[in-house]
Structures are given as structure tokens and as C-alpha cells.
């Protein structure tokens, strides 16, 4: 095991999982943040990712909605909305098919995780997907 997978591992037991950030230094692909651990210590056996955010955004939003979706009692579901993840705006669930980005999950856990994407709304409470939703680059998975 290297450093950075220790370094995984201790923050999945004192954290119960934890945030990695993958950004592109070429600024072509949009940056993602996701969870690893989640799928072995939560309730739901899954992870979670948000794309499109910075570190900054990402880890405390993905951080806010492991609480929520733990402390909430019910299996994700598609289009589910958790409360209390982003100060007064819901995010919606949303599975994920392609996860074969989240190398540290794969190298963990093999294939097959169960992976649920964090939508971040719009100015206007819509997510993507939504009429009228504005895409600040955020991809859907």
C-alpha cells in the first residue's frame, strides 16, 4: 500500500470515508471531487461525486452530503433531494453509470461500487436536466 492509499485509509477510519479532488492542470476537463469509503462504512454501500466544483466546494459539499444522506434513514433513490447540504439549497441525487474516473474507489473496492452524483442547483433551484436550468459546468455523469 503507498502513502497516499495510508493516507486514504486513516481518513476512512477516523472520517469514515474520505474526499479525493481530481482537477485537470490543462483546464479541459471540468474538475470532480469524490467520496472513497463511504460505500464501506455508510449504510448505503455507495460513494458519491460532484462535478464541475473546485476542492473548495466539492469536499465540503460531498462532506455535508454523506451527513445528510446517513443521518436521512433512506436509500438513495434517483432525483432524490437532501436538505441542509448547501445552506439553504437542496441538492438531487442522480446514479452515476461511468465511474471509471474514481480510480482510488477502483483500487480499493474493484468495480461495481454503486456511485451517486451531487447535483448542485442553479440560481433558480434547478438542477440539469430541469427547463430553464443554467449550466455553469457542472457535467452530469
Do not use: K
Not at 17 to 27: A, I
Not at 38 to 46: I, M, N, Q, V
Not at 77 to 99: A, K, N
Request: hydrophobic share 35%; proline share 10%; net charge negative.
Amino acid at each position: 500500500m503507498t502513502d497516499t492509499f495510508a493516507s486514504t485509509r486513516a481518513l476512512i477510519t477516523q472520517f469514515g470515508h474520505s474526499v479525493l479532488c481530481v482537477f485537470d492542470p490543462d483546464g479541459i476537463t471540468p474538475p470532480f471531487g469524490y467520496t472513497a469509503g463511504y460505500s464501506e462504512t455508510g449504510p448505503y454501500g455507495a460513494e458519491l461525486l460532484a462535478t464541475g466544483l473546485p476542492a473548495e466546494l466539492s469536499q465540503p459539499i460531498l462532506n455535508s452530503a454523506v451527513q445528510a444522506l446517513t443521518e436521512g434513514g433512506t436509500p438513495p433513490v434517483d432525483g432524490m433531494l437532501l436538505e441542509d447540504v448547501l445552506h439553504s439549497y437542496y441538492v438531487c441525487l442522480r446514479p452515476v453509470e461511468d465511474t471509471q474516473q474514481l480510480a482510488r474507489v477502483h483500487a480499493l473496492y474493484g468495480p461495481g461500487i454503486p456511485v451517486w452524483q451531487v447535483l448542485v442547483p442553479d440560481f433558480l433551484e434547478r438542477f440539469p436536466g430541469d427547463r430553464g436550468y443554467v449550466d455553469f459546468g457542472q457535467p452530469t455523469q
